[in-house]
């Protein structure tokens, strides 16, 4: 096992190395940078934006700028013109290192591994150079005026040299132009004056032109208005004369008109009379034949009306009969599945009632057989208090019945007045009076009465009188006790009974 490991140590050192190699050697140009590796081919890689490997201990990196770069271009000493005139010029370059390969090349020579200040100050020199040298083929004033033509010579001029190191030129602007005997601004002052004086020449000439055309447009409207006043007064004129001329015939054609209008006013009057006799005729006439058509439109509208209204009724009971139709319809099939429902209803009910009427069965026979007992036992206990109710009767004897009948009396006469009670108000006329209405509740509890003896062979009126005359007798009235008078259809109860005790 050892073995097999050390016999593979070898290889992994090997790609630990290669790897560290790998790593070491990682490089990724910028945008703005051109990266050379240079060594172990001839013509080197060049790296632009991208990644690659450079081989450590046998090839190297170098590194060019790539970016745009500034180079100001000033004559630092006064350089003649074409026409003799020493100015200075200062202007500015926008240039680069050209991206193809041949101007990376190139530029690699002179530039590799320099910043940007370095190479502008390399280049400055020789773009001062070439426009010193286009300066001397130009005038003063063609480098003031067309100082686009200008700089498109000292771009052309420079490129040779400038194709020659790499670089590629952007763009030349001329910023300032100044001589040492102030020419310009001599000749500035110059175009000045001639302006001013172009100016006002051309200022006086308008002025001219338009006192010219002031006097002829005065001239003009003179003589417009001199032909509008002649012309005015001669209309007026004519006015006038037209005026006269009207007047004469207007006087004439009024004399006519005045001779004419009593005839006319005649004429007018024996019309107006005819006209009026014939409107009276033709009033009357129209009158009849109105009342004619309002004859025949009262009947077409009565015709109308009735017509209308045989129609709607015809179509109200249409309406009707198909509505009742359809209600009768409805209240079939209504009535019809109500059926079905109640006969299915019906079915569950007679199920469910011949379920309750097997558990009522059982219910009614248990209780049955409780009430038979109950009845038993009821009966027993009643035949008990009849015994013991007759024994109590026949111990008493009239005393009993007499009590029993003193007892019952209020209840009478209170269910005889019981009636009154429900009135709200009682009219009496006559004899109408309280006495006359307590004696008729008392004549009736009096029939009360006499129907018990009737019915039942009592005669409850000879047991209170002999049951009251042997109490008196005995002296029974004067301890407060109750003395009934029944004489004549009477009862008068002057104490109340005290409670009697029970049998």
Do not use: H
Not at 118 to 132: A, C, F, H, V, Y
Not at 334 to 340: D, H, I, T
Not at 466 to 488: V, W
């Amino acid at each position: 096992m050892l073995d097999a490991i050390l016999s593979f140590l070898p290889i992994v050192i090997a790609v630990a190395v290669l790897l560290v190699l790998l790593l070491m050697g990682y490089v990724k140009a910028p945008p703005d940078q051109a990266y050379i590796i240079s060594g172990l081919k001839k013509d080197g890689k060049i790296l632009i934006g991208r990644a690659g490997i450079k081989i450590p201990f046998f090839e190297r990196l170098d590194k060019l700028y790539l970016g745009q770069m500034t180079v100001d271009i000033k004559t630092e000493q006064s350089v003649p013109t074409n026409d003799f005139i020493n100015v200075n010029v200062d202007a500015v370059a926008k240039v680069r290192i050209s991206p193809t390969p041949e101007g990376i090349k190139l530029a690699a020579k002179n530039f590799l591994n320099k910043k940007a200040v370095d190479i502008t100050r390399d280049l400055q020199d020789s773009l001062q150079g070439n426009m010193r040298e286009i300066i001397g083929t130009l005038s003063l004033k063609e480098i003031n005026t067309d100082r686009d033509s200008f700089s498109d010579q000292v771009m052309q001029k420079a490129s040779k040299d400038m194709d020659k190191l790499g670089i590629e030129i952007l763009s030349c602007n001329i910023q300032n132009v100044t001589d040492e005997n102030g020419l310009i601004r001599d000749l500035g002052a110059d175009n000045t004056s001639l302006i001013k004086k172009n100016a006002a020449i051309a200022k006086a000439q308008a002025d001219r032109d338009v006192a010219i055309a002031q006097a002829e447009a005065d001239k003009a409207a003179n003589e417009a208005r001199v032909l509008s006043d002649t012309e005015i007064a001669r209309m007026n004129n004519e006015l006038e004369i037209k005026k006269a001329e009207l007047k004469i015939i207007s006087d004439t054609k009024k004399a006519e008109a005045d001779a004419a209008y009593t005839i006319q006013q005649q004429e007018q009057q024996k019309s107006i009379e005819t006209a009026t006799v014939n409107a009276q005729i033709a009033k009357a006439e129209r009158d009849a034949e109105l009342k004619k058509q309002e004859v025949e439109i009262a009947k077409q509208k009565l015709d109308a009306e009735i017509r209308a209204q045989a129609d709607a009724q015809r179509y109200r009971m249409e309406q009707e009969a198909q509505a009742d139709l359809f209600k009768r319809q409805k209240d079939a099939e209504a009535k019809r599945y109500e059926e079905e429902q109640a006969a299915e209803a019906a079915k569950k009910a007679a199920e469910a009632a011949k379920y309750a009427k097997e558990q009522e069965a059982a219910g009614i026979a248990a209780v049955g057989k409780a009430e038979a007992q109950a009845i038993q036992a009821k009966a027993l206990a009643e035949a008990e208090g009849i015994d013991r109710k007759a024994e109590a009767m026949k111990k008493y004897g009239q005393a009993a019945m007499v009590e029993m009948v003193m007892q019952a009396l209020p209840d009478i006469a209170r269910n005889v007045a019981e009636p009154l009670s429900k009135v709200e108000k009682i009219t009496m006329y006559g004899e109408g009076n309280s006495a006359k209405l307590l004696q008729d509740i008392v004549n009736g509890t009096t029939q009360i009465t006499e129907g018990f003896t009737e019915g039942m062979g009592i005669d409850i009126k000879s047991l209170l009188s002999g049951l009251l005359g042997g109490r008196i007798a005995a002296g029974e009235g004067k301890d407060g006790q109750t003395i009934i008078n029944i004489s004549g259809g009477e009862a008068v109860q002057e104490n109340p009974i005290p409670d009697q005790p029970e049998a």
